[in-house]
């Protein structure tokens, strides 16, 4: 097994995870290195609980004047914002390649 282990440790994974399933949780400690190998790997994954409010939000700015003057394209922006520290409108100056000047960007209604 460890030599089947060295080469191919996908496959010794697997039957390690077979040996596991088919023994009982009571049963006495395990014999190979392998199945203490599989063990330990099994018992290091931590599944992620999850969150009702994400308090990271990812927000689109656009560019408040090029929308008034009616020229051609939209410059927007995607950032993020904290929630807590920015309750309101997040309002930046951004470059706007479209009018070739730094112009104010609002965030946009979800």
Known sequence: RRELAWRFPDAAMLAARTSIASTSALSAAPSSSAHRHANSRRALVVTAA?????????????????????????????????????????????????????????????
Do not use: W
């Open 50 to 110: 999850s969150k009702k409010k994400d308090v990271r939000l990812q927000v689109t700015l656009e560019c408040t004047e090029q929308r008034e003057s009616g020229a051609m394209g939209m410059s927007r922006y995607i950032t993020q914002k904290n929630r807590r520290n920015t309750s309101g409108r997040m309002e930046l100056m951004k470059y706007n390649p479209f009018l070739r000047k730094h112009t104010l960007h609002r965030e946009l209604k979800k």
